[in-house]
């Protein structure tokens, strides 16, 4: 069998392994303990918030664990919004982001009277930053806009959007879940107030994730978990020392980024086969990361080819690939029901030498 659904989820890294399964054995206080065990895991995932911070040229202070990039993101837009709805009541957002955005957006229009304007995509799956320029108003409290579609793998033009919301002083959070560690990402450059990322698109494990809240202290936001003070008193409950810690080795391994040219390789490898054998590529010809390709072929059942091949991919992405219903990515991008039945996403990491080889 050959993996190739790494933006539906990774393995954990040899050495994450090891980490988890060590603080499994040895960090069993809770970090919140004043004794000597409680402090020393404390401070080793101080350590991790450290290496998350530096990694998005971010304060630790900034930095806020959860349990994944949905938490991250319900925290963020619902946090944030909820707690400055005297500031308006307007959310400028796209129409391809992931399902767990699109679903946050439902809640607050329909459970706060939140008026929320989507975004459409160009046909390559990128949007315009004029159109999201020509949508915001004097209410827009919030833009959110994922950097990397997880059904495409086209980027999103997000320093121009953070320039936007900067000049009008409107906060820009961002959906990073595919693109961290795979873009360089400076939270400053890119004028991003939030961000949401998560361990186990990275080789970490599943059920920890990050988001950055720019100056933290002075930004109102509304827990969505109420606790017993934790992360500054946005995230109650127990922190997960292992997962954290595991999320840790992950954050800091080179995998990923060492491994650009592999997987570059094997996406312009398969572009080239998919087109030969009169297939098309969904995917953007340009801004995209290659760790995603989406195409289709004619007279293809994806959903027959996803259920029963030793190629473990999805069709459009993994949380929405056991609906019947077709992709709203597929469908914002201009494809019609068959055609979007007849489309499959390949993702690529690290151990596809096999796949490489396959190809050549
Ligand atoms: C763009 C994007 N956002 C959010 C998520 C949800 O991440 P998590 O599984 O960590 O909650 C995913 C995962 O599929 C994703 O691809």
Redesign the pocket.
């Known amino acids: 069998m050959i993996y190739l659904d790494f ?3 990774t393995p954990l890294l040899p050495s994450v392994k090891k980490e988890l399964f060590r603080a499994f054995e040895e960090e069993y206080s809770n970090p919140s303990s004043a004794h000597k065990l409680g402090r020393s895991s404390a401070e080793k995932i101080e350590s991790v918030r450290d290496k998350i911070a530096d990694s998005i040229g971010a304060y630790k202070s900034e930095i806020i664990f959860t ?7 319900n925290l963020a837009i619902k946090g944030y919004v909820l707690a400055n709805q005297k500031k308006g009541r307007h959310i400028v957002t796209s129409s391809i ?2 399902k ?2 699109l679903s946050i957006c439902h809640f607050l229009e329909k459970e706060y009277e939140y008026e929320i304007t989507y975004i459409s995509p160009q046909k390559n799956g990128i949007i315009d930053p004029q159109d999201i320029i020509s949508a915001m108003r004097e209410d827009t409290v919030l833009v959110s806009i ?1 950097h ?3 059904e495409l793998g086209s980027i999103q033009p997000i320093a121009a959007i953070g320039q936007a919301c900067f000049e009008r002083d409107i906060k820009f959070h961002v ?1 990073a ?2 693109s961290y560690k795979k873009i360089p990402i400076d939270v400053d450059e890119l004028n991003i107030d939030m961000l ?1 990322i ?4 990275i080789y970490g494990p ?1 059920g920890i ?1 990050a988001l950055y809240i720019r100056d933290l202290r002075e930004t109102r936001i509304q827990p969505i978990i109420h606790g017993a003070d934790q992360e500054y008193g946005l995230r109650g409950g127990t922190l997960a020392t292992p997962l954290i810690l595991g999320f840790g080795v992950a954050v800091g391994d080179q995998t990923i980024e060492d491994n650009l040219d592999g997987v570059s390789k094997i996406n312009s490898l398969l572009r080239t086969k998919v087109i030969e054998i009169g297939g098309v590529i969904n995917s953007p010809d340009t801004n995209y990361i290659p760790h995603i390709l989406n195409f289709r072929l004619s007279n293809f059942d994806a959903s027959h080819f996803v259920a029963n091949s030793d190629f473990l991919c999805s069709q459009g ?3 929405s690939s056991m609906n019947i219903e077709m992709s709203y990515v597929l469908r914002e991008i201009g494809l019609n029901f068959e055609e979007a039945q007849s489309s499959i996403r390949f993702s690529f990491n690290k151990f596809d030498s096999n796949l490489l080889n396959f190809y050549q």
């Open positions: 933006a539906a989820s349990s994944g990039a949905s938490e991250s993101n982001e992931h767990c955005i994922m990397v579609n997880n959906d879940a595919q949401s998560s361990a186990h698109k599943k994730g992405s993994a949380c």
